[in-house]
């Protein structure tokens, strides 16, 4: 059984004809193939493919469509169709694997370690796959990050990026670029937020969005946090939470919150920690 079939994806070459809806076909699966093969990207197809059987509703024809992207630039995008109670559902991921051949839109980004953290083919498949698995799970959220997130544009780009990083910590993963600071461009995170902890110094709302995440995706995110990676802040979560706490509401996280007057009275009071 192909990797799409097992876990409910459906790869549809919208647009292409013959040879080329066959090489599209054929690559979409090599990659999807290699995420089955890692410990974090297995745990997201079999989510996915989870929600699919359970709540049929929230695809369309009970499967999740991934077809060509044909927007501007290097890019893929996921759409989600309808909106319920809890979020937006029936996600059509779109994505491309031609944007990486030489003269595609994302090679020139490739070639530099400086510029393509997050950009193998695998690991921006992976990402458009979170966001696919949050509008099969009925959680995708259009809301946007300000303060110390606000470089992550919104709730699910946050997701979608912080879950690619432990995606490419994952030492299952054997081909990787290296963290991805946020979800403008794609630059190296810089190494004083690079670990478990220390990344919940990015905002006040690290804890809060990765709390959110937990308890709206509580399988997947338990399973995640059960993966040993040098980078897996949903683990740190899940093992200490206060701790995690303490990191987004420390000096570092409330300057980039620009939260000066909280700061100002924790210097005061000489309660604060970096
Ligand atoms: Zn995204």
Redesign the pocket.
């Known amino acids: 059984m192909s990797t799409a079939k097992r876990y409910n994806l459906l790869i549809n070459p919208v647009g292409l004809t013959g040879a080329a809806a066959q090489a599209y076909t054929h690559n979409v699966e090599k990659h999807l193939s290699w995420i089955d093969g890692t410990k974090v990207g297995r745990l997201l197809l079999k989510a996915t493919g989870w929600h699919a059987r359970n709540n049929p509703g929230n695809l369309v024809g009970g499967s999740m469509p991934i077809q060509p992207y044909t927007g501007g630039g290097c890019n893929a ?2 759409n989600n169709a309808t909106s319920g109670p809890n979020g937006w559902s029936q996600p059509t991921v779109t994505y491309s694997p031609n944007v990486f051949n030489h003269g595609g839109a994302c090679h020139a980004d490739l070639k530099k370690s400086s510029t393509n953290r997050g950009l193998y083919p695998d690991e921006l498949l992976f ?2 796959l979170v ?1 696919g698995f949050r509008g099969g799970s009925g959680r995708f959220r259009a809301s946007t990050t300000n303060g110390g997130l606000v470089r992550y544009t919104g709730t ?2 946050f997701i ?2 912080l879950t690619t990083n432990i995606y490419i910590s994952d030492p299952s993963d054997g081909s990787k670029t290296g963290l991805r600071r946020d ?1 403008q461009g794609f630059t190296p995170l810089e190494k004083g937020f690079a670990g478990p902890f220390e990344f919940f110094r990015s905002s006040k709302n690290a804890s809060t969005l990765i709390d959110q995440f937990c308890r709206e995706n509580p399988s997947f995110t338990k399973w995640v946090s059960e993966v040993k990676a040098p980078f897996n802040p949903i683990a740190a979560y899940y093992s200490d939470q206060a701790k995690a706490k303490k990191y987004s509401e420390g000096a570092v996280a409330l300057v980039r919150d620009g939260e000066w007057v909280e700061l100002l009275g924790k210097l005061a009071t000489g309660k604060i920690n970096l």
């Open positions: 995008v996921v990402h458009e966001h699910e780009e979608a990026v979800h």
